[in-house]
């Protein structure tokens, strides 16, 4: 029993979903919304205030300025897709606290939540974490 506790515990530690981030990001929380996805996907369409760092681009350079003290969360398309795994795993790496959106843009949209479309901006602007 201790051991099914504890695998629970650990999913809601490392893991939201999208009902969960926007009463979270309503709220006022401290939330950096990172699309691990490319460029490309990412002007095609996102979670409004989420910025792109591709899970392949993310490093000590393309993360320095950012705050490591807010809470990071990663997605990408949805469940046939990994790059939100990935980039958890590389901002955990870098020493971020990270969460992954379950179901991705998939289910953000399946929930009702907006999306928008455009460039990717600067990411310590939209966390406010410089």
Same mark, same amino acid.
């Given at each position: 029993?201790?051991?099914?506790?504890?695998?629970?515990?650990?999913?809601?530690?490392?893991?939201?979903?999208?009902?969960?981030?926007?009463?979270?990001?309503?709220?006022?929380?401290?939330?950096?919304?990172?699309?691990?996805?490319?460029?490309?996907?990412?002007?095609?369409?996102?979670?409004?205030?989420?910025?792109?760092?591709?899970?392949?681009?993310? #490093? !000590?350079? &393309?993360? /320095?300025?950012?705050?490591? $003290?807010? =809470?990071?969360?990663?997605?990408?398309?949805? *469940? @046939?897709? #990994? !790059?939100? &795994?990935? /980039?958890?795993?590389?901002? $955990?790496? =870098?020493?971020?606290?990270?969460?992954?959106? *379950? @179901?991705?843009?998939?289910?953000?949209?399946?929930?009702?939540?907006? $999306?928008?479309?455009?460039?990717?901006?600067?990411?310590?602007?939209?966390?406010?974490?410089?």
């Amino acid at each position: 029993m201790d051991e099914q506790l504890n695998h629970y515990a650990n999913k809601l530690a490392f893991e939201t979903d999208s009902w969960d981030l926007k009463v979270a990001l309503e709220s006022g929380e401290k939330i950096l919304v990172i699309d691990a996805r490319s460029a490309e996907a990412y002007q095609k369409e996102h979670i409004p205030g989420a910025v792109n760092i591709p899970h392949r681009t993310m #490093n !000590a350079q &393309t993360t /320095g300025n950012l705050d490591k $003290t807010t =809470l990071v969360v990663t997605y990408c398309d949805g *469940i @046939g897709c #990994n !790059a939100s &795994t990935k /980039g958890a795993m590389n901002m $955990t790496r =870098l020493g971020f606290r990270v969460k992954e959106l *379950i @179901g991705g843009m998939d289910w953000w949209k399946r929930d009702g939540h907006k $999306t928008t479309a455009g460039a990717a901006g600067d990411p310590t602007a939209a966390c406010g974490c410089n």
